[in-house]
């Protein structure tokens, strides 16, 4: 069968062959893949970034935002049958630690886990796969459409997640606001996919949700934006630093930039007792000199919080379709339109290459 591959550390991206997967185990799932997105990382992979291939292997499939259809299953599996669509998680745990153990391999504390597409693990770029019934999750057929976008709406629903927890064992008032995010003024900074997904989650939660970036109001990530409710705030005229004075404190700042100098920049903005979640993750090795000491006292004298926020687990991908079938349902064919690239799989190439400002979510299309 045909895959998408690259030699780890190099700029090498090729369609390859690969032996089709069979189902080996009573708990295994056999999917045909459908369609798999192109992220960031994906990019970095391809350029010769982080990537690790399988043991024995010199090479890699990528892709690990899959939507697919089942097509096998084995005797032991009832959570989909043939021909639902359902996705599979990316990370597989350790088997070590505590978290891992619990199936929640996105808490792994050794660091030994192993990611489908990125670490260890073949990807989803590739006509089928087969992975265990743990990792799946069932989408329904009417989100066919957006049900590739699961994968990274589970990171962004896992850090709101997180944030919400937080601030409900610190915050007293918290445990009788059943609803807290229901009109909080929240920052999301960086529009992206993840960024602009973590927007639909805080919004489909009732929260005032302003959006950062440096695109011009007309852009498609700003029009998207405001198609759900939120509100753009151009980062080439409000400063990051002068965000509190422009439009008022957040109580939430939603990070999806992986810009290290921006993060400090925006604890202005933030709200005595807020909580700011950091899902980028900056390139490079730089060192970045900032004003610890205001920054810490910032944080100690109005009881702030920052907490970092990766990959994700399989309830924040249930957490992912159940959000993508109520904002069908309040915003419909709007949500489509994240997707704004579609290319044949045999595209690849350009489907990679291809990054300019009309471009939100890219993806490779492998079978109807």
């Not at 705030?233 to 965000?243: F, N």
């Not at 810009?259 to 604890?267: A, C, Q, Y």
């Not at 939100?360 to 109807?368: D, N, P, S, T």
Request: overall charge neutral; proline content about 5%; aromatic content about 4%.
């Amino acid at each position: 069968m045909k895959a998408i591959t690259i030699v780890p550390g190099t700029p090498t991206l090729r369609w390859a062959e690969r032996p089709e997967p069979a189902i080996s185990a009573p708990d295994e799932v056999q999917m045909q893949v459908v369609r798999v997105g192109i992220c960031g990382t994906d990019r970095e992979e391809a350029a010769g970034g982080r990537a690790l291939a399988p043991s024995g292997k010199t090479d890699l499939v990528v892709g690990h935002e899959m939507l697919g259809r089942v097509v096998a299953t084995g005797d032991a599996v009832t959570r989909v049958k043939r021909g639902d669509f359902a996705v599979f998680t990316v990370r597989r745990g350790c088997g070590k630690c505590a978290p891992c153990r619990m199936n929640r391999p996105d808490m792994c504390r050794t660091g030994q886990y192993r990611e489908r597409g990125i670490w260890g693990l073949d990807g989803y770029q590739t006509e089928r796969v087969v992975d265990r019934e743990q990792y799946v999750v069932q989408m329904p057929q009417d989100l066919e459409a957006l049900g590739v976008l699961c994968e990274p709406l589970s990171v962004a629903e896992k850090a709101i997640d997180e944030a919400l927890a937080l601030q409900r064992a610190r915050l007293p008032d918290v445990a009788h606001s059943p609803h807290w995010l229901h009109g909080r003024r929240c920052l999301v900074a960086g529009l992206g996919p993840i960024g602009l997904l973590g927007a639909l989650a805080l919004r489909l939660r009732g929260a005032d949700v302003y959006g950062l970036d440096i695109v011009d109001e007309t852009s498609v990530r700003a029009r998207w934006l405001g198609g759900i409710g939120g509100h753009y705030v151009d980062g080439r005229k409000v400063a990051a630093t002068r965000i509190d004075d422009a439009i008022g404190k957040m109580e939430l700042i939603f990070e999806a930039t992986g810009v290290p100098k921006l993060v400090f920049n925006l604890l202005d903005a933030l709200a005595p007792g807020g909580v700011f979640v950091l899902t980028g993750i900056p390139g490079g090795s730089r060192p970045l000199e900032v004003p610890a000491g205001s920054l810490i006292r910032q944080l100690v004298l109005s009881n702030q919080v920052m907490v970092g926020s990766v990959n994700a687990s399989r309830d924040h991908f249930q957490m992912a379709v159940d959000d993508l079938a109520h904002a069908q349902l309040r915003w419909g064919g709007h949500i489509a339109q994240l997707i704004t690239h579609r290319h044949p799989a045999a595209d690849f190439k350009s489907a990679l290459e291809h990054h300019g400002d009309d471009e939100i979510k890219v993806v490779l299309e492998w079978a109807q």
